[in-house]
């Protein structure tokens, strides 16, 4: 069993690693230290340990990093092995079909909402959800139903950690995930990206686990009175997936 002192070395490299993960674009030395709150000499042997692994890389001009090659290979692995992604991608492909809208699989991970899958419709939409972007989790459908469906204790803290100083809002959220685990469903207008219309189902496995949350997203002038065909359709989908776990 590792010590102490050692797992808390490895979750400094691995805070590390995602904090570049979570950058999405090449990031320097100086940058990953100011997130991960560490001391820049010691970022630099971190980095050194996951250069060496390829886990990250770094430009050779610029002296900024990014992911790596292995970063690749685990991405493939995730990508084709993922039980989640596996039951999913077929009730995604074919709700996007129905639905002619752009369809994402968000899961909690950490302290953030992570984009793990995202099919989109041919028709246009601004949309901030990319595959393998993090996002908060207090705004939003997709959020939400994750934050609406998580363990209480769990849920409590994440709702507190975001909005300690903001009691009102904070009442406000919690009145909000109660309506969401009352009806089954979140849906929300502008919250994330100005003009866009969600409605998000969380998956749930036979032990009442919370898996991930099944987010169909749209244009909201394109929405107009198909919003609750959008919402059934959605549910339906996510209960089908419920049904593989």
């Given amino acids: 069993m590792?010590?102490?002192?050692t797992s808390t070395i490895v979750d400094r490299v691995l805070h590390v690693l995602a904090g570049v993960a979570r950058a999405g674009k090449p990031v320097s030395a100086k940058q990953i230290a100011a997130m991960v709150q560490q001391p820049v000499s010691t970022v630099?042997?971190?980095?050194?340990?996951l250069k060496k692994w390829g886990l990250l890389q770094e430009h050779m001009n610029s002296?900024?990093?990014?992911?790596?090659?292995?970063?690749v290979q685990l991405a493939w692995g995730f990508d084709q092995n993922s039980n989640l992604i596996s039951q999913s991608r077929e009730e995604i492909s074919s709700l996007v079909e129905r639905s002619g809208e752009s369809v994402g699989l968000l899961v909690y991970i950490n302290g953030e909402m992570v984009c793990i899958a995202m099919e989109e419709s041919t028709q246009p939409l601004r949309c901030s959800f990319t595959k393998g972007r993090s996002h908060s989790l207090h705004?939003?459908?997709?959020?939400k139903s994750l934050l609406a469906f998580m363990p209480r204790k769990?849920?409590?803290k994440l709702v507190a950690d975001q909005l300690a100083d903001k009691p009102d809002e904070a009442a406000a959220l919690e009145a909000q995930l109660e309506e969401i685990r009352r009806r089954g469903y979140s849906t929300s207008e502008s919250e994330v990206d100005?003009?866009?219309w969600g409605v998000s189902v969380p998956i749930l496995s036979s032990n009442g686990r919370l898996e991930g949350t099944i987010t169909l997203m749209a244009p909201a002038l394109r929405v107009g009175q198909r919003e609750q065909e959008?919402?059934?359709?959605?549910?339906e989908a996510a209960q089908r997936i419920?049904?593989?776990f």
């Fill in 194 to 196: 100005l003009g866009v």
């Fill in 44 to 49: 630099y042997r971190h980095l050194a340990s």
């Fill in 63 to 71: 002296g900024t990093f990014e992911p790596g090659p292995t970063g």
């Fill in 2 to 5: 590792d010590s102490p002192q």
């Fill in 230 to 235: 959008l919402i059934r359709m959605t549910v």
């Fill in 154 to 156: 769990l849920q409590q």
């Fill in 242 to 244: 419920c049904n593989r």
């Fill in 139 to 143: 705004k939003g459908a997709s959020a």
